[in-house]
């Protein structure tokens, strides 16, 4: 069978209309290149679609995560400042609560660490909690105010990254192999409307960003993680914040694939409350679990007394795209040229987006990256390349 072409040939192509895809298709755009954003479904279709739109630095030990959110905080208030309002964009802040003495020495000595690398935070005792968030549970020992973290709506921030970007747009198509070159490298992707050529290719697919790899012959090991989140009928905002159980900190940290849930409770502008968070690696398992769903009640419930009553209008689940040390993949892959990553953000990608644009349009470029990108090498987990 003889595969066509699309005309114009773009200078890269990137695989996947998430908002990590659309960050970097923005900041290719931006940084003078032209863009194609490949993907078998609609934008924001898989992970962000289903995610809460977090810009957390509360969550986050200090390290090169931290330093790839500390930057994306700064890139989402610019963009916030360009793209339309409806983006939701809220610097609300986020509240991490402990249940007892130990869990708040444990949090503050957190906090101390992550202050020392650079995140602004504020120690309130358990007389002080309801000032912040006057519905909390009595009894709690305390809490730390993280004033940066923040919250967009994720699915429209995606669409409108892309629609800044001025990338064309291939929705619907999915990727069925890799062009190459004459030496191996990549030159393009085939899809079952036709071969597009570019002399780079992004992949940016999420949770199938380790089977869009191995199309192209190489290992970039990201997992499935699914999450729940429940959905409440709209309320006045009885919870201005995000607010979370110190507990929250360790789940993400958590290699584990046995099933985790810890109280997420968090407002919206439109009315509602969301409340995760459940973690667990049961592959592209969707079956709904009642008991994880009544779990994350329970728990919400019991951080903040006033839900119990609470209809629950609808609840959603998603996969986080995990890889096994928990650092993104993002960069070139020196396995494969032509090829380059920009995945495995497991339930950070929202708020990591940006710097992962600006890392990905520096490494199209050739001009100096904003922060150190060598934790996030791709050829950092084993394979090589491959003929496929």
């Not at 479904?41 to 390290?63: M, Y």
């Not at 419930?301 to 009553?309: N, W």
Request: some cysteine; charged content about 20%.
């Amino acid at each position: 069978m003889r595969h066509g072409q699309f005309l114009d040939a773009p200078d890269v192509i990137v695989v996947g209309a998430g908002v990590v895809g659309a960050a970097c298709a923005y900041y290719a755009a931006r940084a003078g290149l032209s863009v194609a954003v490949v993907d078998r479904g609609p934008v924001a279709g898989g992970t962000t679609g289903a995610g809460e739109g977090n810009l957390l630095v509360s969550d986050k030990e200090p390290g090169p995560e931290l330093e790839l959110a500390l930057l994306s905080l700064r890139l989402w208030r610019a963009l916030a400042a360009e793209l339309p309002p409806e983006i939701e964009y809220e610097t609300k802040g986020g509240l991490v609560v402990a249940s007892d003495e130990p869990g708040m020495a444990a949090l503050r000595a957190f906090r101390a660490a992550q202050e020392r690398a650079g995140v602004r935070s504020d120690h309130l005792p358990a007389d002080r909690l309801r000032d912040a968030e006057p519905h909390l549970a009595p009894g709690l020992a305390g809490g730390v105010l993280y004033p940066q973290d923040a919250q967009v709506q994720p699915a429209l921030a995606a669409a409108h990254l892309l629609r800044a970007s001025g990338a064309r747009l291939h929705l619907g198509a999915e990727v069925t192999a890799f062009l190459r070159g004459p030496e191996g490298a990549v030159r393009g992707v085939r899809t079952p409307r036709g071969d597009l050529p570019a002399p780079a290719v992004v992949n940016a697919t999420g949770t199938w960003a380790g089977r869009l790899a191995a199309l192209a012959g190489v290992t970039v090991p990201v997992l499935p993680r699914r999450g729940c989140v429940l959905v409440t009928e709209p309320l006045p905002r009885v919870v201005r914040r995000k607010v979370y159980a110190a507990d929250y900190v360790a789940d993400v940290a958590s290699g584990s694939a046995a099933l985790q849930t810890s109280a997420v409770v968090e407002g919206t502008p439109a009315g509602p409350v969301l409340i995760g968070a459940s973690r667990e690696r049961i592959g592209f398992d969707r079956t709904l679990s009642a008991g994880v769903l009544r779990r994350l009640a329970a728990q919400a419930a019991a951080l903040f007394p006033v839900l119990a009553g609470v209809r629950v209008l609808r609840t959603y689940q998603g996969f986080r795209p995990y890889l096994p040390d928990h650092l993104p993949a993002i960069g070139p892959d020196p396995r494969l040229p032509g090829l380059l990553h920009a995945c495995g953000h497991e339930g950070a990608g929202i708020g990591l987006a940006p710097a992962t644009g600006r890392l990905i349009a520096a490494a199209l470029t050739g001009t100096p990256a904003p922060l150190d990108a060598r934790p996030f090498r791709p050829e950092r987990f084993a394979g090589g390349a491959g003929q496929g």
